[in-house]
């Protein structure tokens, strides 16, 4: 099944990563981060399907090697907490074949990033074994390119200044032509035994006494416009839907009937969580308005418990009433027979709902042993990354080469740790939770699925037993009916057939919460019916034959 999923991740110096070692590690290679000087080799990773760099044009041509990409991107940011790269994460569907995992992702790349003049390195991975978690990286620039291809700030400083009591940023820029407009820049100026700031020409006026060079600026700057539009809420909203779209497109385009949604359950107007787990959650969902399997469960048993009540109620009225006529025993027998088809369609009911939840029992127990050996590991790599590192805090400035081996390995392990965190989302999203809390959830929600197959298999029992009774009966009644002439008892029933079967279908539509009754389901529940009677053959065969007699001698009647 095509699952939806897509990672939004900052490659931040402040979080201990690089954009170098990012980049090795998605594309399988080994490359040296001049900034630090670690080289960063990858090259003996496994699962590499494909991997490829997409420039704008005004990128510099000899940033398609990727270690002269990163490298120049490492160049371009001084400070220690830097936002080097973004990086998206993105479920590859395994409907797809990998060349059209790469023309799917070629396109997304191409139209959502290159074109906003990003560069990008995209690398798809389907680790052992095939088809397992195939899942694809691309690392993206942050810094907008000028059109000669140097890299444009991010953020630019942004003085605040006054005039008449107001106050307002400007750049460099800017002031100049704000300072022929009556702009000033604010100073700290000493009033008393406070600090405060105002205009040079204000505390002129009243004598103060100016304490530092530096003027009056916002926090953090005014960020660059094609930055900020990047960095925002509302471009992640567009690419996760530009995801989608590409995704379902591709889907569509090889045939498959699967679709992926970018929305939450909540922007879908979905109340209910897809799960079977009953107790406080189900009915806190119930309440709300959604439908909990496993409520929805045991609705259904109560209504199939009322249809054999009704049922046995019927056939008590059936046996005061029948007499040993044609019209009377045709009516008893196609009751029986409309009864049988309603506890026919209930137990194709619950047989399909217990192939549904042993499937989602089997793939989860499997998927929830795979998310714990996942969890496992990270746990590992964290505890091996703060060995390392406090052995890297132990030793002495002097011990350049040691102190090198010690940074590539924590480099190595967080990029490691990253991959199995990815890992890990994936395996939470595809039992639709939002974090590792919502995993406690799901052990019960197994087990739950287990005693629900214990449920319905003794609801399949109950029923089975039912039709065994009706059985009876109907053969009671065939027997009443060996001295009658058979013909007309035959054509009688069929007289009743048409309405019989729609009142089995008004049954059944009332008796499901949805209302809703699958044709193919009782189809299959007419003709199991008739082979449970015996009449597929025999009496059935005449039946069907009478009703061809009828339709051929319509038009002669009517000439």
Known sequence: MAIYHLEAKIVSRGTGRSAVA??????????????????????????????QVFLPDCAPKEWQDRSVLWNAVEEAEKAKDSRLAREFVPAMPVELTP???????SDFIQNAFVAEGMCADAAIHDPDPPGHNPHAHILLTVRPLNPDGSWQHKTEK???CVRNGEERGFTAAEFKLAQKEGWEKQYLYKVGKKKVYMAPSEAAAQGFERTSKNPKSTKYGRQNPIAERWNSEEQLVLWREAWANVVNRALERAGSEERVDHRSHKDRGLDEQPTIHEGVAARVIEEKGGISD??????????????????KAAVQKLKAAVEATVPALAAAMETLRRN???????ILHVRDRKKEVGEYAT???AMYEEYLAVHGRIREKQSERKAVQKELDGLGLLSIGSRRDLKARIAKLSEEIEELRTEEKTLIHAFCKEDAAGMKQV????????????????QENSLSDSIRTEQERFDALREQAADLDRNKLNAARLALRRDSEHQAWERIRESVSSGKVSFQRFRSSIKKTDELLGESDADGQEVKREREREERSGPEQGL
């Open 340 to 346: 049988i088809i309603v506890v026919c369609y209930g």
């Open 443 to 458: 052990k019960a929600e197994i087990h739950a699925a287990e005693v629900n197959i214990e449920n319905l298999d003794r």
């Open 99 to 105: 060349e059209q995992w790469e023309e799917l992702l």
């Open 22 to 51: 990012a980049s090795a590690y998605m594309s399988c290679s080994s490359i040296l981060n001049e900034y630090d000087g670690i080289q960063h080799d990858y090259t003996r990773k496994g699962g590499l399907v494909w991997e």
């Open 363 to 365: 793939k989860a127990s």
């Open 294 to 311: 496993r409520c929805e469960l045991n609705r259904q048993i109560r209504q199939d418990n009322a249809l054999l009540r009704s049922l």
């Open 158 to 160: 942004e003085y605040l």
